[in-house]
């Protein structure tokens, strides 16, 4: 079965600080990839995506994420986050050509001004 | 344009009732999933339907059940609610059926409190 981690429950960072967002998925083959941002009182909103080709994509928001087959890694990056960044982010895989995600629980970001 | 709407925004129930639960996609979109979000955890796969026809089911009992309307709209209900029911309820809608090259964009959900 998938499943998706996400090791870091909470984070805090400075603003204008880097930032990097760890997640590790378990699955058979190379599944499709995402990152979605949640802020309060708000619906998920996606920030990137990967399906195939180039390693290292570019989202909204100035983020980034990079994908590693050895590791069965997706890490999200930024590298100077602002206070409206602050919100929970969830990474997600699906199978391929299927649209049910599996989502990991969650990091909550907190910036510190 | 709207964007994928969700009714009621919050409700109440207790143990026992039945919960009724709307969506309405991005129009255009043909293509509605729920998913569930207990408080701290990640969303949890439901139902998908496209054009109508279930595409997926996740692992919920026989208590929730979904369908999709004409006009792609749908409805979420949850029977015989439990104390464990209570959650964030999100609605996504896509233009395709399946996750490539569609984006799945979501509502704010209806969060469903059981007492």
């Known amino acids: 079965a998938q499943s998706v981690t996400q090791p870091d429950i909470h984070i805090t960072v400075s603003e204008g600080a880097s930032l990097e967002l760890r997640c590790n998925y378990s699955?058979?083959?190379?599944?499709?990839l995402f990152w979605y941002v949640q802020s309060p009182g708000q619906g998920l909103q996606l920030l990137l995506k990967?399906?195939?080709?180039?390693?290292l994509v570019q989202g909204i928001k100035g983020f980034e994420a990079e994908f590693k087959r050895s590791q069965s890694s997706f890490n999200l990056r930024k590298p100077s986050v602002h206070w409206s960044d602050a919100a929970e982010y969830f990474c997600?895989?699906?199978?391929?050509?299927?649209?049910?995600?599996?989502f990991g629980q969650g990091t909550r970001l907190t910036i510190n001004p | 344009d709207a964007g994928v709407t969700q009714s009621p925004t919050h409700l109440i129930k207790t143990r026992g009732q039945q919960v009724t639960l709307r969506c309405s996609p991005i129009?255009?979109?043909?293509?509605v999933s729920w998913y569930q979000q207990v408080l701290g955890q990640g969303p949890q796969f439901i139902f998908q339907?496209?054009?109508?026809?279930?595409?997926g089911r996740g692992n919920f009992p026989d208590r929730f059940s979904a369908r999709q309307f004409p006009n792609y709209s749908s409805e979420l209900n949850v029977n015989a609610l439990l104390l464990g029911d209570s959650a964030l309820y999100l609605c996504?809608?896509?233009?395709?059926?399946?996750?490539?090259?569609?984006?799945?964009?979501f509502g704010e959900g209806s969060r469903l409190t059981v007492l």
């Open positions: 990967y399906f195939s080709g180039d390693t």
């Open positions: 129009s255009g979109h043909k293509s």
């Open positions: 996504a809608s896509s233009s395709t059926s399946g996750a490539e090259g569609g984006e799945l964009f």
């Open positions: 699955y058979g083959a190379t599944p499709y």
């Open positions: 339907y496209y054009e109508k026809e279930e595409r």
């Open positions: 997600a895989v699906a199978p391929a050509g299927a649209q049910k995600l599996v």
